[in-house]
């Protein structure tokens, strides 16, 4: 079994697909603004036709090519390419203007590599065991982890847990646009013929994640952005390698925290990278050097940031619940090919979990050539190209996309409508992601609580929906999920309460 | 404009659809009525409490930065015109789309820049094409 899947992650065709989805994913990551979640939205329409194993492989590798990808900008330009590489600006960005850029961009890639690595090597380990947990989930349980899966909003809605919880809500209801699936009725379809089918996920997600971003990078003039040129600094690659074994202790620590934050619903890249720039920081000797052009910087932002990958996709691949939105769209890619997350990936007999996961840790070795030859110089290159050039594209990219899926204009019509509503909802601090996330886990979500509720109507209890070992358990980590965002702003408005004084006796 | 009316407009939009949803859940039969009624219902109540907060809340900054509104909406507008316009000839609405677009968002216009703006919308327009089309045997309209 496990050399059958071998045998199909190394076939050229998937190693090709493998090379181009990681440059492809390093690219987008690589331009401010354009966020890794929207790399793998867009090429969702590409990979829908395709065999599944190559469908994932390929956005896999576009998410592990992003996580790295982003680091680019963040050291020419000053501006992280996603949030998960800001902590890489604070050490990057002055080592390039020391004409040091070249032993930032291949710190950065030796840090993604080990990272990615990891990350994959321990989704490997713990994704069976955690697999073969799930088995003793009933619908009962699967609703509470949906529900788990649902609360990461909390988390995703950027200090506003009512609206990101509504923009949830609000996901979950348009999923339900179409047929009943118990009765196979149709139901909040205003008697569109077309709503009928329900909205498709993928150009629903298209427009979420990929107009409403275009949408919003219109806001502000391009401006003109001209990165640094990258010297040749002959002994770059010697000098970073010889740091990466001298603080072997940075990027055992650094993946460490990757894969466990990414394991987190909710807790991404940002929170990752940023965790893991602060510990190094703070065990280092010479903290006090940080942000002047360390090199350990750069390392412990994008060792974290890629071990991320791998760990956000345990929870996905073992439970159904993402770790992060990317892992999220992923997930939503997962159910469109007719696949379950959990044990059924194992039992199945086709092996493609674990042929994806070898394709990933294939993805994440592959970065090191990929980028010393090819991504360094196309990144340099792409950060050049005027964004006045790059929005139309993208949503000329995207429309083709969401027509591609439905084979019709209604795709488009979805993808647009939800793409300049997601920009509205945006403007109000309504984000893409909770409302994406309760897009995908919706009809998971009222699939098991129907099935639940009809268990317990059978067993003449609706206490069993609740009362049940697994069940308490995930009824605890939810109401944590929820609490803990509004027990931290607590805590803040406290402690500025407390100091607003202070400063006003100093005045 | 400032951010505060947009706000209270868009969540009494989420509101008003949620209290729609909830009438024509109300007529599904058990069990598949409790799921869509509890969602709606806490979605409800959630935009509430949002909007509550808002009304309570500064007025908020401006929209946008002076001369970017215009930017936007000709941009959403001419998607939802493009998205039309897709259904009778992909090749030459993808490529109108791309060059009046470039066009609109170029800050300097030249004749070279048209040249290079028509040149890229000729080779964005095939390259799509031969993705979808070609590779992948989208039927796209012609």
Redesign the interface.
């Known amino acids: 079994m496990l050399i059958d899947s071998i045998i199909m992650a190394v076939h050229p065709s998937v190693l090709l697909l493998i090379a181009l989805g990681t440059v492809f994913g390093a690219i987008i990551g690589a331009l401010p603004g354009f966020s890794s979640v929207m790399a793998i939205s867009l090429l969702l329409p590409?990979v829908y036709?395709m065999d599944p194993l190559l469908g994932l492989l390929v956005l896999g590798s576009i998410y592990m090519g992003a996580m790295y990808g982003d680091a680019n900008a963040a050291i020419l330009l000053n501006i992280p390419g996603t949030a998960s590489a800001l902590p890489t600006t604070f050490d990057g960005f002055p080592m390039a203007q020391q004409g040091r850029a070249r032993e930032a961009m291949l710190a950065a890639l030796a840090g993604s590599v080990f990272g990615g690595a990891v990350g994959v090597l321990v989704l490997m380990m713990t994704f069976g065991v955690l697999a073969e947990f799930s088995l003793r989930f009933g619908p009962q349980e699967y609703f509470w982890l949906t529900v788990l899966g649902l609360t990461t909003i909390a988390a995703l809605s950027e200090g506003?847990l009512?609206?990101g919880?509504?923009g949830g809500?609000?996901g979950?209801?348009i999923s339900?646009i179409g047929l009943?699936?118990?009765?196979g009725?149709p139901?909040?379809t205003f008697d569109a013929p077309p709503l009928v089918a329900g909205i498709h996920l993928i150009p629903a997600l298209l427009g979420l994640f990929c107009?409403a971003q275009?949408?919003s990078s219109?806001?502000?003039?391009?401006g003109d952005r001209r990165p640094p040129e990258v010297g040749r600094q002959k002994d770059a690659l010697r000098k970073v390698l010889g740091t990466m074994v001298r603080r072997w202790d940075v990027m055992v620590r650094s993946s460490a925290i990757g894969v466990l934050i990414g394991m987190l619903p909710g807790a991404g890249g940002p929170i990752a990278s940023t965790i893991s720039y602060n510990e190094t920081r703070r065990w280092d000797r010479d903290s006090r050097s940080f942000g002047t052009g360390r090199v350990e910087g750069v390392f412990a932002s994008e060792t974290a940031n890629n071990a991320m990958v791998g760990g956000s996709l345990i929870p996905m691949m073992a439970l159904g619940i993402p770790g992060n939105v990317n892992a999220a769209v992923i997930l939503g890619a997962l159910l469109s090919f007719g696949m379950r997350p959990g044990m059924s990936l194992i039992s199945d007999g086709t092996g493609i979990a674990t042929a994806f996961m070898i394709g990933l840790l294939i993805s994440s070795l592959l970065l090191a050539p990929l980028a010393y030859f090819i991504i360094i110089r196309l990144s340099i290159l792409v950060l050049r190209v005027p964004?006045?050039?790059l929005?139309?594209?993208i949503?000329?990219?995207a429309?083709?996309?969401a027509?591609?899926v439905t084979?019709?204009?209604y795709g488009?019509?979805i993808?647009?409508a939800l793409?300049?509503g997601g920009?509205?909802?945006r403007?109000?601090?309504i984000h893409a992601a909770p409302v994406g996330l309760g897009l995908i886990l919706?009809p998971i979500?009222?699939r098991e609580?129907?099935s639940s509720?009809?268990i317990a109507?059978a067993q003449g209890s609706y206490w069993t929906l609740v009362m049940r070992p697994i069940s308490l358990v995930l009824v605890a980590l939810c109401l944590l999920s929820i609490m803990t965002p509004l027990l931290l702003s607590m805590r803040d408005r406290m402690r500025k309460r407390r100091l607003a004084p202070d400063s006003e006796k100093q005045q | 404009m400032t951010a505060r009316p947009l706000e209270m407009a868009l969540l009494a939009a989420i509101a008003l659809l949620c209290i729609i949803l909830m009438v024509e859940a109300w007529q599904i039969r058990p069990p598949s009525q409790v799921f869509p009624l509890a969602v709606l219902g806490i979605t409800l109540a959630l935009t509430l409490l949002a909007m509550l907060r808002a009304s309570a809340s500064s007025p908020g900054g401006r929209l946008f930065e002076p001369g970017r509104a215009r930017v936007v909406f000709v941009a959403a507008a001419g998607l939802m015109a493009y998205a039309l316009a897709m259904s009778i000839h992909y090749v030459v609405a993808s490529f109108v789309f791309l060059f009046l677009g470039y066009l609109f968002l170029l800050e300097r216009r030249s004749p070279g820049s048209i040249l290079v703006a028509a040149l890229v919308a000729a080779a964005a327009t095939g390259f799509t094409w031969l993705t979808f089309d070609v590779w992948l045997g989208v039927n796209l309209p012609r």
């Open positions: 590409v036709p506003n009512v609206k919880l509504a809500g609000l979950i209801a339900m009943d699936p118990y009765w009725m139901r909040f107009v275009v949408l219109l806001e502000s003039p391009a964004r006045t050039y929005a139309p594209t949503l000329i990219f429309s083709v996309g027509y591609s084979n019709s204009s488009v019509a993808m647009a793409g300049i920009y509205a909802l403007r109000i601090g919706g979500a009222e609580f129907t509720l009809l109507q």
